[in-house]
Each structure stands twice: as C-alpha cells, then as structure tokens.
C-alpha cells in the first residue's frame, strides 16, 4: 500500500515484513549502520523478518522520496482500534524511527501517515534528539560496553569496588566446592538446556506475580526460531543475526544462563535465569562476570542488559542510553481518545499509587502479549490472582548480589 499525503515530498509504504524487498533490507541496513545508537539486533530488518514470521499483524512502515528510494523504517503491531505497539513487544526492549539523522519527518509523521491512531512507546531511542526527547519521560538502559578487550573491562571493575571481586570469587568458590568445576558455554546448543533456562524463568514469574511473557504460543514460536537457526543466514556467521545462549555449569551441571539476540558483536539477552535450587550460591552473579570475560573472545563488543533500575544491572554496566516512554497519537478522533485515556492514567491519586501503576503496566503486558479474546481474558484472571503476589515479593533476574 502506498500512501501520499498532500503538501508532503514523501510517500508512505505499509508492508508485512516478509514483503521487505532485498533492496528495502538493504536500505535499512544501512542507515542501521551509519547510527551507532541504532546497532541493536532489536532495530534491524532482520529482527522485523523474525517477527512477522510468528505475528500477522506485524507491520513496517516505510517512507520512501520522489524517487521511492527508502529513507526512513518504522515496524509496529497493528492492533484494534489503529492501537499499534512496538514490532515484536515486549521483547523490543528498543524501537526507533530507523531514519537518516537529517530526514525531514519524525515519528508522529510516520504514525500518521500509517493511518494509525495511537503509538505506545516503551523503550523508543530518539538518536536525532527531537521532539519525542524534548517531550517524554525517559529512563536508563544498560550497556556492557568494551573499549578495549574484557580483562581491561574487568580490571576497572575490580579498581571500582575490590569488594565486587572478593564476591566474585566467594560465589565461584561455593558453587564449585558445591557441584564441581566451573564452565562456561559460549554458544550453547543444547536443547535441553535451552528448555529449562525458559522453564526456570517462568517459574521466577510466577513467583513474583509478574507476567507470563513467555506463555503466548507466539513467544514460545519466537524462541524456539532463534534457538534453532530459522533465521535469515545471510553473511557470516560472526556478523548476523541469530540466538543466542551463553550457560554457566558446576560439575556439568547447568546452573545459570542468558538468552536473546546476537548482530554481530552486539548482543541483546531477554531471558536471564538460573537453577532455583541454588539460590544462595549466587550462580547468576558469577555467570555473568563469566560472560564478561569471554565476551573478547568470541567477537563481542557490547552485552545489552536493557531498559530497567535493577540494581545489579547498575554493578557490571559502563554506558547507558535513554529510551523514552509514552503515548504519540494521530489528530484524529482514534488519537484524541487514546490520548484522554492514557491521561487518565495521569492523575492523582492513580498516578501516586503503585498499585495502579502495576494494575496498568499489566493490563498493557496482556494487551500486548494476548492476541485472542480468550487470551486476554485468561490473562486478566492471572492478573487478579498474581498481583497480591506482586506486591508481597521482590523481583530478582538474577539472585542478588552484594552490594559493590
């Protein structure tokens, strides 16, 4: 579908991503590449590809000039209502406008041109600065980012807190007087390992009265594609895109693990999860400095920890960027009432109440995540049942670690 809106030297293209042309992809990867802000695995078409392969509301918006040469990407769900929500949320810690820096449109334009009439943004990367940072809130997220090789990353950690490195060596030494010797797999294939570091996960969901975000069938449909390779495989294995699992074992045990998304040396984990059974070992603490440390030798440059005030994303992690949050709406009627609802959400006393903060940000976890009406109605019920749970209990990614 193409779409020319009056008094505009640009055009709009609606696409499901499997109908990303080589030369779109092409496109897109380019100017990925020539915005450092933008090397994420989550902002590139082939991410768009992974998820249009399990979602047929997957959407991407292209702006294309007189020419029709692409200039600007933008993928979106297309839900009720012209509702759209980030390609592949809430696995897309990060979304942008994928545009050249001096492109004359920003993401209201594009949203409007796609006939939408809402946008929620959850953690959208405004590389050029413009209106959305002016306007939004915003918070941190995390990078694991060399400079140098890994041993000079783990030296500055240990020069910032000697007490990190003693924790660091008390938990190695636990576990393996526990279990046995350490090992790290950089590239774990094992099937078996993979269905358990997901089943440990959403055990601690549980637990914690969070949402099941790895319950949908689309999700799990999601993760096992990256798991198993039915990916694009374009270029060399070291550069593209592809799954991701780096496992931590005692005595050949698996004890602690990450998984997500790998473009080349950057990598981006969603699931973090270890063995509840060994708790007080502190197996996710030692995984990760482990990872760090073999991070040189199998080509990577930045771990991705994401969006999120966990604290021990704050002990390992050197560089942030801002990602900003809240709702861009269309002119029209659709947009006008996204934005009085959303507003609502705004005021006192909800907005001072944690939990209706928690009571939002679950109902959104379900609109985004449930795409029937059983679905959804399911995941209500859970919502009544888990949050007393929220609320009563702390949530740990990783069992916690002392402090630095």
């Known amino acids: 579908m193409m779409r020319r809106e009056a008094n505009q030297d640009w055009a709009t293209r609606i696409v499901h991503p499997r109908d990303l042309s080589q030369s779109d ?47 600007a990407f933008f993928g979106f769900h297309h839900r009720p209502n012209g509702f759209a929500r980030p390609l592949g949320a809430p696995f897309a810690d990060y979304h942008a406008l994928i545009c050249r820096p001096d492109a004359a449109l920003d993401l209201s334009d594009l949203v409007d041109a796609a006939g939408l009439s809402a946008f929620r943004l959850t953690g959208f990367i405004d590389h050029r600065a413009g209106e959305i940072a002016r306007a939004l809130p915003y918070q941190p997220a995390y990078r694991i980012r060399l400079s140098g090789t890994s041993a000079d990353y783990l030296e500055r950690l240990k020069q910032e807190s000697a007490n990190r490195y003693k924790n660091l060596r008390r938990y190695s030494g636990k576990l393996e007087r526990a279990l046995g010797p350490l090992m790290l797999n950089t590239s774990d294939r094992d099937v078996g390992a993979f269905t358990r570091l997901l089943e440990w ?31 694009p495989k374009d270029g060399p294995r070291e550069t ?49 400095w482990r990872a760090i440390e073999a991070m040189s030798d199998i080509g990577l440059h930045t771990y991705d920890l994401g969006p999120g005030e966990d604290h021990w994303k704050r002990m390992f992690t050197s560089t942030t960027v ?70 009563a209990t702390r949530r740990t990614d990783v069992p916690a670690a002392p402090k630095p």
């Open 201 to 231: 996960k959403r055990r601690q969901l549980v637990r914690s009265g969070l949402a099941d975000f790895l319950g949908p069938r689309w999700c799990q449909s999601l993760m096992r594609n990256l798991f198993t390779g039915e990916v």
């Open 322 to 391: 801002d990602v900003h949050m809240g709702l861009i709406t269309s002119p029209g009627l659709g947009g006008r009432l996204a934005a009085a609802s959303d507003a609502v959400w705004g005021q006192s006393p909800l907005n001072r109440s944690l939990l209706a903060k928690r009571l939002r940000n679950r109902l959104d976890h379900i609109a985004t995540l449930e795409l029937t009406l059983a679905g959804r109605t399911r995941g209500l019920f859970d919502a009544a049942v888990s949050l007393p749970r929220r609320n």
């Open 240 to 288: 593209r895109f592809q799954g991701l699992m780096i496992s931590l074992y005692a005595g050949g045990r698996h004890v602690a693990g990450h998984f997500g998304i790998r473009l080349g040396g950057h990598f981006h984990p969603w699931i973090g999860a270890m063995d509840p059974e060994l708790d007080s070992l502190g197996a996710g603490f030692v995984h990760q």
């Open 25 to 71: 992809i092409a496109a897109w990867r380019a100017i990925q590449a020539s915005v450092p802000t933008l090397q994420s695995p989550l902002l590139g078409p082939d991410f768009a590809l992974a998820i249009g392969a399990v979602r047929r509301d997957a959407r991407v918006a292209i702006a294309v000039d007189a020419r029709t040469d692409p200039f």
